[in-house]
């Protein structure tokens, strides 16, 4: 069954630490994102992708970068940890199959900056 | 500029009744799509419902329809016959459309409302 993994569930990281997310989907789809969920706030868009060797700015990329090394693989990286970045973190795939294609989404990962 | 509003923030129902849930959005595209999404106690997100701004028929899934109100840019979630179960947070999100030259496929989300079922 397609799907959408997250790695780790859960992190607590110092300010000022480097943080790596990492997303691995097996659905093939090409686009890949980046979404943080804060309280009343609803989703909001960081980075995203098309395909491998790809990354776009979505809504609220500052302080934070992505990478996409393959098809499979999509990672967010926050190269100084700020308490403000403290959230949870989906990722989700996608693809454009005549324009209808809803978004699949992982599990979340709860990143906590102190 | 985009924009999806969900302006209901906690609606409490009975087990059984119907519900519905508000939705407005904003969008300049010719075409776009709508879908609502519920996210679970756990933390998942599932994919509930989608409408295509050019139907006119109010899409239908299950226990879950949709009232698409083009002119008013308005798409309600109604779910019939409430369960336990769908006690959850409801998102509406919107995808830009196919005139629209980049970010092909992303979604612009609404606050979520939260729903509580009541045995």
């Known amino acids: 069954e397609a799907a959408v993994t997250q790695s780790p569930r859960n992190k607590v990281a110092v300010t000022g630490g480097k943080v790596t997310l990492s997303c691995n989907q097996t659905?093939?789809?090409?686009?890949m994102y980046w979404y943080r969920q804060d309280t009343g706030h609803g989703l909001r868009l960081i980075h995203y992708s098309y395909g491998a060797g790809s990354t776009e700015k979505g809504d609220i990329p500052d302080g934070y970068k992505a990478s996409r090394p393959s098809q499979e693989n999509f990672s967010l990286i926050l190269e100084l940890a700020t308490p403000s970045q403290t959230s949870v973190y989906f990722c989700?795939?996608?693809?454009?199959?005549?324009?209808?294609?809803?978004?699949?989404f992982g599990p979340g990962t709860r990143l906590t900056v102190l | 500029a985009q924009k999806v509003t969900q302006t209901q923030t906690s609606i409490s129902v009975m087990e059984k009744t119907t519900v519905t849930m508000d939705c407005v959005y904003e969008t300049q595209d010719s075409s776009y799509f709508l879908f609502w999404y519920k996210q679970t106690a756990s933390g998942e997100i599932v994919f509930l419902i989608r409408?295509?701004?050019?139907?006119?028929e109010n899409a239908t899934v299950g226990h879950y329809s949709l009232n698409f109100q083009k002119p008013k840019s308005s798409i309600g979630l109604i779910i019939t016959a409430t369960q336990i179960e769908d006690s959850a947070v409801y998102f509406c999100?919107?995808?830009?459309?196919?005139?629209?030259?980049?970010?092909?496929?992303?979604?612009?989300f609404g606050a979520g409302t939260q729903l509580i079922v009541i045995p």
């Open positions: 409408q295509d701004s050019y139907k006119k």
């Open positions: 999100a919107m995808r830009e459309g196919i005139d629209r030259g980049s970010a092909l496929g992303r979604l612009h």
């Open positions: 659905n093939n789809h090409n686009n």
């Open positions: 989700a795939s996608g693809e454009l199959q005549g324009f209808y294609a809803e978004q699949f």
